[in-house]
């Protein structure tokens, strides 16, 4: 009986993971003479890079809808089966490798919630990942949007590119989402703009390591933000304590939503006296309300030298 002899000091491979890195480097080495041959190039518009994803999203989409039926693409089996496939649409994901063009199988009754793609969904993984890194480096939302369409082809609007980076804190972890809170708060309640830099020295610390665009954001937005703190606290706080003003708002567009159409600019007005009156229908949340607006007004008087308190008079 043959014996072999593995050295201690050299790590065998499983044959089964050998076969598999020989095939993979195979089909890797047939694709790129392949493209080379067509003359394709790899990467960029039409590159080769794009068409992998295409197939491989295709394939995956098709996988599903197969798998969600119950039968294969022509099987006689699924005919009078209550579902059926019912075409496809196209439909542009942005990926890594740029915009991809694909196709969207759908089923008659609609049915069909695929999960690689899913409805809806125009970004894939990665892609929410570019632009925060661009726009911690400094970039503004147009640069962004030019970076994106000159580099990978992809057509993104300011306001997408707007809506990925105001996510950025929501994108943090659910337990480090109160202590980053927590951390930037003595940022924008210092006393100073000096104390300010120093709370915020303390908040990069803490945080860098982890989320460094959160950081790099808050220093590109700095000359932005200094001279908010040039408010009495008081001020500062109501400004940042917006919750009274967004539940108003948020009332007053249900109702409106709720009616659609109104004859008149006194039907308009009516709604949104009853909207705000049935945020307080007994009266007594005035004190609630208004806890800190007494020296909040003060504040604001002696700000703007008396200018407050004669416009009351």
């Not at 518009?45 to 798998?67: M, N, P, V």
């Not at 008081?234 to 159409?261: L, Q």
Request: aromatic residues 6%.
């Amino acid at each position: 009986m043959a014996s072999e002899n593995v050295s201690g000091s050299e790590a065998v491979e499983p044959v089964d993971a050998v076969r598999a890195k020989a095939v993979d480097d195979q089909m890797i080495d047939e694709l790129v003479r392949r493209a080379q041959a067509e003359g394709l190039q790899l990467t960029g518009e039409g590159g080769l890079l794009q068409q992998l994803t295409k197939r491989l999203l295709e394939s995956a989409l098709e996988g599903e809808i197969t798998d969600h039926l119950g039968y294969d693409k022509h099987d006689p089996a699924g005919r009078n089966g209550g579902n059926s496939r019912n075409g496809k649409r196209s439909k542009t994901v942005l990926t890594d490798v740029g915009p991809v063009e694909i196709t969207m199988p759908r089923d008659r009754d609609g049915s069909f919630e695929p999960k690689i793609v899913k409805k809806r969904q125009k970004r894939l993984t990665g892609f929410d990942e570019m632009v925060i890194s661009l726009a911690a480096k400094g970039l503004t939302t147009g640069e962004v949007q030019a970076h994106l369409a000159e580099v990978h082809g992809a057509e993104v609007s300011r306001q997408t590119i707007s809506t990925i980076t105001d996510k950025m804190l929501e994108d943090a972890a659910r337990q480090d989402r109160d202590k980053t809170a927590k951390l930037l708060k003595p940022v924008h309640t210092a006393p100073t703009e000096e104390a300010a830099l120093d709370r915020f020295a303390e908040f990069a610390d803490a945080r860098d390591r982890k989320y460094p665009a959160i950081v790099k954001l808050w220093e590109n937005a700095w000359k932005e933000f200094t001279p908010f703190l040039r408010f009495d606290t008081e001020i500062r706080r109501i400004v940042c304590t917006t919750n009274a003003t967004e539940s108003v708002n948020a009332r007053i567009r249900r109702a409106a939503k709720a009616r659609r159409h109104f004859p008149n600019e006194q039907a308009a007005l009516k709604c949104v006296y009853m909207a705000i009156m049935s945020l307080d229908p007994t009266g007594k949340g005035q004190a609630r309300w208004t806890m800190r607006w007494k020296t909040a007004l003060n504040a604001f008087d002696i700000t703007f030298d008396g200018r407050l308190s004669a416009a009351r008079q």
